[in-house]
């Protein structure tokens, strides 16, 4: 490493390290917290209306190609920064995402966004807008839907810039009511800040 890239690394890299007087940490050092914290969120992905909603969305989007996909994508990425969101404002307005908007609402500030995906990786409802619509080429979703019912998948901790706090996203499979079989995914934002 060069002379310049050390003093980058120390002027750029360190005073990050120490924003709001916590160290910046890695997943692995919450990792006890977030799989106990996973546990409270399989409680309620077992809601009919959680297995109902993304059931449905799978046979809906059943015959949707890769093409096909890319092109809600896009079109969803248009509409974050569009006065007029139809795509958007369906998912939105859907009981599933009133649901998960009502679950966050509850952790007073422990959860700071949650979103559902189907079996293709696509959101079938969310307590927030995310930035894109199809997750299935990220590992919230590769990590947990096709691995299986026990899979459990948490991001790095990072800054998050516009809430200036440190957050983790812990990935679940959403289970059929069978117990067994993977129907879809959920990503749950948590402030480890405000783990216990």
């Known amino acids: ?6 003093m980058l690394a120390i002027f750029v890299v360190a005073p990050i390290a120490f924003v709001s007087g916590m160290t910046v940490a890695n997943a692995n ?8 914290y996973a ?13 109902d909603a993304v059931k449905a ?8 190609s890769q093409d096909d996909i890319d092109k809600l994508d896009k079109e969803w990425r248009a509409e974050t920064s569009a006065t007029d969101k139809p795509l958007i404002d369906k998912v939105l307005a859907r009981p599933l995402s009133k ?4 679950k966050a609402d509850e952790t007073e500030g422990l959860i700071t966004e949650i979103f559902v995906m189907d079996n293709k990786g696509l959101n079938v409802g969310q307590s927030d807008v995310t930035s894109d619509y199809w997750q299935g080429d990220e590992a919230k979703w590769q990590k947990t839907f096709p691995v299986g019912p026990d899979a459990i998948h948490m991001s790095d901790v990072e800054l998050d810039e516009s809430t200036q706090t440190y957050q983790s996203q812990l990935s679940l499979p959403v289970i059929d009511s069978d117990g067994t079989t993977v129907i879809g995914a959920v990503t749950v934002g948590i402030n480890v800040e405000l783990l216990e």
């Open 1 to 6: 490493m060069s002379f310049k890239m050390k």
């Open 57 to 64: 969305q799978n046979a809906e989007n059943a015959g949707l």
């Open 29 to 36: 050092e919450f990792e006890g917290q977030l799989r106990n």
């Open 39 to 51: 546990d409270d969120v399989k409680a309620w992905l077992s809601d009919p209306l959680v297995i």
């Open 99 to 102: 649901f998960l908007r009502e």
